[in-house]
């Protein structure tokens, strides 16, 4: 799996600061507090005032930093904030990037101010990970995801490190969410268990398919046949157990996903997946069709006894 799955325009975006930010945006995150005001007094010269003025704005913006970001903000927001400062002329920001030192000195400055401080991955990793396993086990939609760790990232009051950090953090709770779903399936999982979902992949000799091809396919029109086809699925389900299975600490989003995969993927395919992913997939693959079955099952028996009325009554 790739490490990576930002595109390079998408990437951009969250490591450079918006061009276009609306008024509204310019309010919330650029208008200076008279608090603000009286810490940027403390600046000596206007391009100190304005280049301290402007990191302010863009964490808050932004909640990260980028590299040598004074020579990449946008004319907007450069004319935003120098016209709160009653600055004339905003080229004078030129000079504010000839010492590093005082750009650093700035930053411990503003981000004691902001109560914020830089990521840390020792310590802050795992606490993310953490969180975001969890937001994982109910959708994998990796943007969202992303989206989330940054959110969580402005709530604790941590400045987002480099996209590429929280990229590839996000890949990697993939294969952790497969672990944790089969912890949390493991007192289910027994060896004989494991063996009755292996034989939804191996032909059977009655059906002479395997039953993990036989229950994906829907009925194909309301009849008899039909019907009692779907009755005879939902009960080699109910043998298996399923309405006594305890499956309460996998989430509905996770159950439906994994459904889907095992629905998607051949019987090959999915026999040559670890066991870490096989039977939690299998068992999602059973409880989604037992539902699915019920419902044409139902939804069948209507259609049916609305046929024989009918036929009924033009007779």
Not at 35 to 59: E, K, P, S, Y
Not at 68 to 93: F, H, M, S, T
Not at 213 to 235: D, G, Y
Request: glycine share 2%.
């Amino acid at each position: 799996m790739p490490a990576e799955f930002l595109s390079d325009q998408e990437r951009e975006r969250y490591q450079s600061i918006p061009s276009d930010l609306p008024q509204e945006d310019l309010i919330r995150y650029c208008f200076l507090s008279p608090t603000d005001h009286l810490l940027v007094a403390g600046m000596r010269r206007d391009h100190n005032r304005l280049g301290f003025a402007l990191q302010l704005t863009v964490i808050r913006l932004m909640n990260h930093l980028p590299q040598e970001w004074y020579r990449k903000v946008p004319d907007n927001l450069i004319n935003y904030v120098a016209g709160q400062l009653a600055i004339d002329d905003p080229r004078c920001l030129n000079n504010y990037g000839s010492r590093e030192k005082t750009i650093s000195e700035h930053s411990y400055m503003i981000l004691s101010y902001l109560k914020r401080r830089r990521w840390q991955p020792l310590i802050d990793t795992v606490p993310l990970e953490r969180w975001l396993l969890e937001r994982a086990l109910e959708h994998d939609n990796e943007h969202v995801l992303l989206s989330l760790a940054c959110d969580w990232l402005r709530k604790e009051g941590i400045l987002r490190p480099a996209i590429i950090e929280l990229e590839r953090l996000v890949v990697s709770l993939a294969d952790l969410a497969h672990q944790e779903t089969y912890r949390r399936l493991s007192t289910l999982l027994t060896d004989s268990f494991k063996e009755e979902l292996d034989k939804l992949l191996t032909v059977d000799t009655v059906l002479k398919i395997t039953p993990h091809n036989w229950l994906s396919k829907p009925p194909v029109s309301p009849t008899a046949n039909q019907i009692k086809l779907m009755l005879h699925k939902r009960q080699y389900l109910a043998k298996l157990g399923i309405e006594q299975w305890d499956t309460s600490s996998l989430h509905p989003n996770r159950r439906k996903r994994l459904a889907v995969l095992a629905r998607s993927k051949t019987n090959q395919a999915v026999m040559r997946m670890s066991g870490t992913k096989r039977y939690p997939m299998l068992v999602a693959f059973c409880l989604e069709a037992y539902i699915t079955i019920t419902d044409y099952t139902l939804r069948l028996f209507d259609e049916y006894w609305e046929d024989i009325c009918g036929q009924s009554a033009r007779s």
